[in-house]
């Protein structure tokens, strides 16, 4: 989801590589006791793993979960993309607290068309529509 949520916005986000959510995530998973990790809490689960993605970038440090001392996020150079993807995230957090819902994250796509009622009219071999 967090690799889905990143390809959609695209952008700046398109820098965090595959490698750098997992490692991510995989601190979160293994900080959590197994019972936290259920279908009934996929999204805490889902939630809380952006925001400790979030706290890695307010830190300016995701540590490789088989070289600890090695800093994933020096991979991004520029300090400015660190910035937008620290603030990008606050931003979806903070609008998540105060909603409570995954639409903040996956907000409806397509078109809205507005309701409009119509009259339908059905002859033998052709159909009418008129707008009333």
């Given at each position: ?8 916005k ?16 995989m ?27 979030h ?14 001392q090695?800093?994933?996020l020096?991979?991004?150079e520029?300090?400015?993309i ?14 998540y ?9 996956f907000?409806?796509?397509?078109i ?8 339908v ?11 009333l």
């Amino acid at each position: 989801l967090i690799k889905y949520l990143r390809d959609s916005k695209g952008g700046t986000v398109l820098k965090l590589w595959s490698h750098l959510l997992k490692t991510s995530v995989m601190h979160h998973v293994l900080r959590q006791d197994m019972t936290y990790w259920n279908n009934r809490n996929i999204e805490t689960c889902f939630v809380d793993c952006l925001r400790n993605l979030h706290v890695g970038f307010k830190k300016r440090f995701i540590s490789d979960i088989f070289y600890p001392q090695f800093n994933m996020l020096k991979r991004i150079e520029s300090e400015k993309i660190k910035e937008e993807v620290y603030t990008w995230l606050a931003k979806l957090l903070t609008k998540y607290d105060k909603e409570n819902s995954l639409d903040v994250f996956f907000p409806a796509t397509g078109i809205v068309v507005k309701e409009k009622p119509i009259a339908v009219k059905i002859a033998r071999g052709s159909t009418e529509i008129k707008d009333l």
